[in-house]
Nanobody, 111 residues
Framework: VQLVESGGGLVQPGGSLRLSCAAS????????MSWYRQAPGKEREWVAT????????IYADSVKGRFTISRDNAKNTLYLQLNSLKPEDTAVYYC?????WGQGTQVTVSS
């Protein structure tokens, strides 16, 4: 069972990034998937979830309207599109299947 995040990096305020989370070792399509983030010195914070089986999507208020969670079950991959990024979005971003976590990918928003 493995989740591997990628796509992080350094971006200027107002910029965009697309994070990916490649899943393996379990039936990806059967599980709700979530993104979390952890900023330096802060607790891990929930960002967004795409549920199963109904595919409902929910977002934290802090990212609503700027971030978009999606999944491609054929590719066993979860995505998070980050738009209109702010310095306060700087964090390590993690994907989760509820029973397992990825190692995280760093997003830094700075001019």
């Amino acid at each position: 069972v493995q989740l591997v995040e990628s796509g992080g990096g350094l971006v200027q305020p107002g910029g965009s990034l697309r994070l990916s989370c490649a899943a393996s070792g379990f039936t990806f399509s059967a599980y709700g998937m979530s993104w979390y983030r952890q900023a330096p010195g802060k607790e891990r914070e929930w960002v967004a979830t795409i549920t199963r089986p109904d595919g409902n999507i929910i977002y934290a208020d802090s990212v609503k309207g700027r971030f978009t969670i999606s999944r491609d079950n054929a590719k066993n991959t979860l995505y998070l599109q980050l738009n209109s990024l702010k310095p306060e979005d700087t964090a390590v971003y993690y994907c989760s299947a509820g029973f397992t976590w990825g190692q995280g990918t760093q997003v830094t928003v700075s001019s």
